[in-house]
């Protein structure tokens, strides 16, 4: 492949570790905040949206295939035409799923292959057809009338761990945390039926889910934080700590990530403050809660789910 000389790259969905030194004047776009802070740490260009126009652009590919299509479409709206838009990916990410998707539409000018991984490119056409437009996948409605998209956690609608989560959580009174709030399910059914919470903090690492959070939540007591949950610092600690926590990192499931939300929540509760937290079945979190908290126990356990209350939270236990 032959990029162009001092090129101006776009990059989408750059990753924060990832080498770009060979690719000209890159800027990144990245709405997920630690890759982002990473990047931003390291010099580089990065913003949460694409603006201008580029020479090249590279899409790093996502666990959804209709968002991954909708990055190669963003890109062909940014490059010019006769520029090279490459895409990379990991086989076990859905590389060669996007590689036929795009060749039905348009000429590949090569691929390589390395390890379990590929990158294949191609020039960006004089017209952008419009099969490639219908890639472009902006935010729809669910059945229950909330905005979301593909790529966000359960972008079709609420998940079955939510939904326990809200129907089962007891009443709560003063200052609540949704670590990890998505496009805001959690806050849009809770805050009408529960009165006593006074400040409803969502804290989301992905940009444009917690934009569609903002327009799905509507109460007043609700506030939104672009924020890593694992290392949020709130202004005073909270009456309650809510989550329903990741467990994937790409497609590979990573128990660490509950584990470490864990840990977070126990740092932000007052000494009286509550954890509530809905798990799949089989995740072991039970260690990481009597570490974390003296005193807990299981309110629920259906659909394959489990819905824990944790109290009296243990300051400055380390992470396992």
């Avoid at 931003?40 to 090249?56: C, H, K, N, P, Q």
């Avoid at 996007?98 to 379990?116: E, F, N, Q, R, W």
């Avoid at 059945?143 to 989560?165: C, H, K, N, R």
């Amino acid at each position: 492949m032959i990029w162009p000389d001092a090129a101006r790259t776009l990059v989408l969905r750059a990753r924060g570790d990832a080498d770009y030194s060979h690719l000209g004047q890159v800027s990144a776009v990245q709405g997920f905040l630690p890759d982002h802070a990473r990047l931003s740490d390291r010099g580089i260009d990065v913003s949460v949206e694409a603006e201008g126009e580029f020479d090249a652009a590279l899409i790093q590919i996502v666990k959804s295939k209709a968002e991954t299509l909708s990055l190669i479409a963003e890109a062909c709206g940014h490059v010019v035409p006769g520029g090279v838009i490459a895409v990379d990916g990991q086989k076990t990410e859905g590389i060669e799923s996007i590689l036929k998707a795009v060749k039905k539409l348009l000429p590949v000018d090569g691929t390589m292959s390395k390890s379990h991984g590929k990158l294949f490119w191609f020039t960006r056409p004089d017209t952008v057809t419009e099969g490639i437009v219908d890639w472009l996948a902006p935010p729809s409605e669910t059945e229950d009338g909330f905005l979301t998209a593909p790529g966000m956690f359960s972008p079709d609608g609420p998940d079955a761990g939510s939904e326990i989560l809200s129907a089962l959580v007891p009443q709560m009174k003063g200052r609540v945390a949704d670590l990890g709030a998505g496009w805001g399910y959690l806050p849009a059914v809770l805050l009408p039926e529960q009165p006593g919470i006074t400040a409803y903090d969502l804290i989301e690492a992905e940009y444009s889910a917690l934009e569609l959070a903002q327009v799905n939540v509507e109460d007043p007591r609700a506030g939104f934080h672009w924020a890593d949950a694992t290392a949020f610092e709130p202004e005073a600690l909270y009456d309650a700590v809510l989550s329903n926590p990741p467990f994937h990192t790409g497609r590979a499931a990573d128990p660490a990530l509950g584990q470490a939300f864990i840990a977070s929540a126990a740092r932000m509760l007052k000494p009286s403050g509550r954890f509530y937290m809905v798990a799949n079945r089989h995740l072991p979190y039970e260690p990481t809660l009597k570490q974390h908290f003296a005193t807990g126990k299981l309110l629920a356990e259906m659909g394959g789910y489990k819905l824990y209350e944790a109290a009296k939270p243990i300051k400055g236990a380390k992470r396992r």
